[in-house]
């Protein structure tokens, strides 16, 4: 089930086409090429085994959606008859259900990969999956990025702050609210947000995306409706996510601080916050731009929720609401979609830093 | 004896660990004592009962916190759905500790293919994203225990348990320490019990925070979407029922108030006692995460 193959082999082999001194030789008078090479394939089987937990996560679970799927034809009265063998076979293959757990697997996986294709959504059958999570993933990419983003500058630069006035009481306040909230769920925060700003005050909308008065498109009424309907949610996330980041941001700053070239800076009579921005925060925002990628699994995560007491159009309700409706192929795209850009952002950012950061030598 | 005046020691070097303790302490000792506190509440009758008292009462000197849609004490029922997550943390915290280290044990010591294989796997496992499962999970298997939703948390809790505890036994087990051990031809299960766990003690207990943490959450997350165990009430169904019954229009504030802030509470400490903890080990984070 797990990666067994080790994945430069794999690899290796394509790439030699071209060289005449042997694999070997090349790699080893490319070690950024090798480095890269040697990723790409570790890429390739985390991707392929994350995968493959997920299908057979969800395939061996129980629960019948070929008869929820039936049922429910039938009570829009789509037809009255008692569904035939031969119906029940046509979805089976519809829904890639015909075949033992090998076949399905194979032709899933096949499909996946060859053609993006994750097979019908049960709940809006025929739809295919993949045409349902398309339409709501514009709404968590646009309100999970902007506000991911946004805490992770705020932390940064509140940390890098807290940090560098180390001992001031403003830098303890900061830290220790860090320390206690930095763990605490997204959830919450839009709780007493949705308290405050929409039940008590009625000042913000407490559902949905956008004025379902106003037509979707670029207008600038649409614009400022979707943003003042975000503006909540948002906020919740950027809250806690800022707390998380000034807690780290703290910790890489301040081993620095008594580096040389940082009293050598000082030495020089450059201003503190010159010496802040060019010398002390350059060494941070790096390590700071991984540890970005890999949290993105993880507001995933914590996203569901808050997009569940918004009622908010994403990829987290669509999950929801397809688990509730046992609609797999939509659960699965779902899970998919969140593995993919995690390993493929990490797998960027591996990639990238090297090129930005000339201490950073992943390859021997 | 000695393991237990250097975990004392410990304790009082560090602020942070100390008032994590003390915090975590406290909200224990409330949830052991919550029969008692049913008790004096309803005196005779129990207070989480359907229909023991009025509906929606605000907050006073009978019912310090009100009463909800059916009539229970809100102050009594957040008590003991405080006991019920600290259960739920306790449960998924030994188990993923326990499988998490082992993990680690296996993978760190004896190296090479095991490694690469439970290496792999586990960062594998990291990146998949655990709440849809753990949603999935919950909805497929219907009347779920506190035990079994304990169980389907930590299969997902032990990766990171299991990834910090692998490190450190790397870095141990090249120690000139272990090396004699070896030499004096100790087998590895008793270098591994007597030479390594004692020091990775604080890691375990890292991992054992951080697991008990998710898991709390990952049983409010569950509640609140509705798909909890049956039979019991923890603080997420509490905020979960004052979302549903419209508590929040009807200004029943402490329905989802006090079982925020005591969860906020409880994240606080264990994640206290974390950083405490990671300071203790490593001392060049000391006084970086504090004052």
Not at chain 1, 79 to 100: C, M, T, V
Not at chain 1, 230 to 246: A, C, K, R
Not at chain 2, 80 to 107: C, N, P, R
Not at chain 2, 238 to 260: D, E, R, S
Request: aromatic residues 10%; charged residues 10%.
């Amino acid at each position: 089930m797990t990666a067994e193959a080790p994945p430069v082999v794999a690899v290796d082999k394509s790439q030699d086409s071209a060289s005449r001194t042997g694999v070997r030789a090349w790699l080893s008078r490319h070690p950024l090429a090798a480095y890269a090479i040697r990723r790409l394939g570790l890429y390739v089987v985390e991707l392929w085994g994350a995968l493959t937990i997920a299908f057979f996560f969800f395939r061996l679970m129980p629960g019948d959606p070929i008869q929820t799927l039936i049922q429910s034809l039938q009570q829009n009265y789509i037809y009255n008859a008692q569904a035939s063998a031969e119906i029940i076979a046509r979805y089976k293959h519809e829904f890639g259900l015909d075949g033992n757990l090998l076949t399905q697997y194979l032709v899933y996986m096949q499909k996946l990969v060859l053609h993006g294709d994750l097979g019908p959504s049960l709940i809006n059958y025929p739809t295919p999956a993949q045409t349902v999570i398309l339409r709501s993933l514009p709404w968590t990419i646009g309100l999970l990025g902007i506000s991911a983003v946004l805490a992770w500058i705020l932390g940064m630069v509140i940390g890098a702050i807290a940090g560098w006035r180390r001992g001031k009481l403003g830098s303890a306040i900061a830290t220790n609210l860090s320390i206690a909230l930095s763990h605490v769920p997204y959830f919450f925060v839009a709780l007493i947000l949705v308290y405050i700003f929409a039940y008590s005050m009625g000042v913000l909308p407490a559902r949905s995306a956008y004025d379902s008065n106003i037509n979707p498109g670029i207008t600038p009424e649409f614009i400022g409706s979707v943003l003042k309907y975000g503006l909540l949610p948002g906020l919740s996330i950027v809250i806690i996510g800022t707390f998380s980041w000034i807690l780290s941001t703290r910790m890489l700053m301040i081993p620095i601080l008594g580096e040389d070239y940082l009293v050598y800076a000082e030495a020089k009579g450059l201003k503190g916050r010159r010496i802040l921005t060019r010398y002390a925060l350059r060494n941070c925002y790096l390590p700071q731009i991984t540890a970005f990628g890999i949290s993105l699994g993880f507001i995933f995560n914590g996203n569901v929720l808050v997009e569940q007491l918004f009622n908010y159009p994403g990829l987290g309700t669509t999950l929801v609401t397809a688990i509730q409706q046992l609609d797999f192929n939509t659960i699965l795209g779902v899970t998919d979609i969140a593995i993919f850009s995690v390993l493929t952002a990490v797998l960027l950012l591996d990639l990238l830093l090297p090129l930005l950061d000339p201490r950073v030598k992943y390859w021997k | 004896m000695r393991l237990l005046t250097a975990v004392l020691r410990t304790i009082r070097n560090s602020r942070r660990l100390a008032t994590g303790l003390v915090i975590l302490g406290l909200l224990v000792l409330l949830a052991l004592f919550s029969p008692l506190i049913a008790k004096a509440i309803g005196g005779s009758q129990d207070p989480i009962e359907l229909a023991a008292y009025d509906k929606w009462l605000v907050p006073g000197p009978d019912h310090l916190l009100g009463t909800d849609q059916f009539g229970r004490d809100v102050f009594a029922m957040v008590v003991k759905a405080l006991a019920v997550s600290l259960q739920i943390g306790a449960i998924a915290g030994v188990i993923s500790t326990v499988v998490g280290v082992i993990v680690a044990f296996v993978a760190g010591y004896k190296g090479g293919w095991i490694d690469g294989i439970l290496s792999t796997f586990t960062g594998i496992l990291l990146v998949i994203p655990t709440f849809p499962l753990l949603i999935a999970l919950s909805a497929y298997a219907k009347n779920v225990s506190l035990f079994q939703v304990g169980v389907m948390i930590s299969i997902f809790s032990w990766p990171f348990a299991a990834k910090t505890i692998r490190s450190q036994v790397l870095s141990l087990r090249t120690r000139p320490y272990v090396d004699l051990a070896r030499v004096s031809k100790a087998r590895d299960i008793e270098i591994i019990v007597t030479e390594l766990l004692p020091n990775l003690l604080p890691f375990i207990g890292v991992g054992f925070a951080s697991s008990a943490l998710g898991a709390i959450f990952g049983l409010v997350g569950l509640e609140i979407i509705g798909l909890g165990p049956g039979g019991v009430i923890d603080l997420g169904q509490i905020i979960f029922n004052a979302i549903g019954t419209g508590a929040l229009t009807l200004g029943a504030w402490p329905m989802f108030v006090v079982p925020i802030a005591l969860l906020t509470l409880l994240f606080a400490a264990l994640n206290m006692v974390n950083i405490g903890l990671e300071e203790v080990y490593n001392p060049r984070l000391r006084g970086v995460a504090g004052e």
